[in-house]
Protein backbone atom coordinates (compact mmCIF):
# COMPACT_ATOMS: atom_id res chain seq x y z
CA UNK A 1 0.00 0.00 0.00
CA UNK A 2 1.62 3.41 -0.49
CA UNK A 3 0.16 6.83 0.13
CA UNK A 4 1.15 9.40 -2.63
CA UNK A 5 1.18 12.89 -2.48
CA UNK A 6 1.29 15.75 -3.72
CA UNK A 7 2.82 18.28 -0.87
CA UNK A 8 5.55 19.48 -3.04
CA UNK A 9 3.07 21.09 -5.20
CA UNK A 10 0.62 22.58 -3.40
CA UNK A 11 3.87 24.60 -1.04
CA UNK A 12 5.07 25.30 -3.90
CA UNK A 13 2.34 27.20 -5.11
CA UNK A 14 2.20 28.81 -1.49
CA UNK A 15 5.92 30.21 -2.09
CA UNK A 16 7.47 28.67 0.69
CA UNK A 17 9.67 26.44 1.57
CA UNK A 18 9.88 23.18 3.86
CA UNK A 19 11.28 24.93 6.79
CA UNK A 20 8.27 27.54 6.23
CA UNK A 21 6.08 24.79 5.62
CA UNK A 22 7.31 22.60 8.95
CA UNK A 23 7.01 25.46 11.45
CA UNK A 24 3.42 26.47 10.33
CA UNK A 25 2.60 22.67 10.50
CA UNK A 26 4.83 22.47 13.57
CA UNK A 27 7.37 19.95 12.49
CA UNK A 28 10.57 19.72 11.43
CA UNK A 29 11.86 19.96 7.80
CA UNK A 30 12.71 16.75 7.42
CA UNK A 31 9.30 15.72 8.32
CA UNK A 32 8.39 17.71 5.47
CA UNK A 33 11.08 16.24 3.46
CA UNK A 34 10.29 12.86 4.22
CA UNK A 35 6.26 13.09 3.51
CA UNK A 36 7.18 15.18 0.35
CA UNK A 37 9.44 11.94 -0.79
CA UNK A 38 6.81 9.03 0.48
CA UNK A 39 9.30 7.88 2.73
CA UNK A 40 6.73 8.81 5.73
CA UNK A 41 3.05 8.94 6.00
CA UNK A 42 1.39 11.67 8.25
CA UNK A 43 -0.92 11.41 11.08
CA UNK A 44 -4.62 11.49 10.15
CA UNK A 45 -3.68 15.14 12.56
CA UNK A 46 -0.86 16.36 10.52
CA UNK A 47 -2.34 15.60 7.20
CA UNK A 48 -5.55 17.56 8.00
CA UNK A 49 -2.98 20.62 9.57
CA UNK A 50 -1.26 19.98 5.77
CA UNK A 51 -4.00 20.92 4.46
CA UNK A 52 -5.50 23.55 5.69
CA UNK A 53 -2.21 25.35 5.32
CA UNK A 54 -2.55 24.53 1.76
CA UNK A 55 -6.38 25.59 2.15
CA UNK A 56 -7.30 22.61 0.25
CA UNK A 57 -9.47 18.65 1.24
CA UNK A 58 -6.83 16.29 2.18
CA UNK A 59 -7.91 14.39 -0.23
CA UNK A 60 -6.81 16.86 -2.75
CA UNK A 61 -2.88 16.52 -1.14
CA UNK A 62 -2.97 12.85 -0.42
CA UNK A 63 -4.16 9.45 -1.88
CA UNK A 64 -4.23 6.00 -1.04
CA UNK A 65 -3.33 3.68 -3.73
CA UNK A 66 -3.29 -0.42 -2.90
CA UNK A 67 -0.50 -2.11 -4.34
CA UNK A 68 -1.35 -4.56 -6.98
CA UNK A 69 -0.42 -8.26 -6.67
Known sequence: M???NRL???RARL???QTELG???G????TISLIERGDYSP???LALKLAMICQVK???IFEYE???S
Open 15 to 17: GIN
Open 27 to 30: VSRQ
Open 23 to 25: KLA
Open 2 to 4: ALL
Open 43 to 45: SVT
Open 8 to 10: KEY
Open 66 to 68: EER
Open 58 to 60: VED
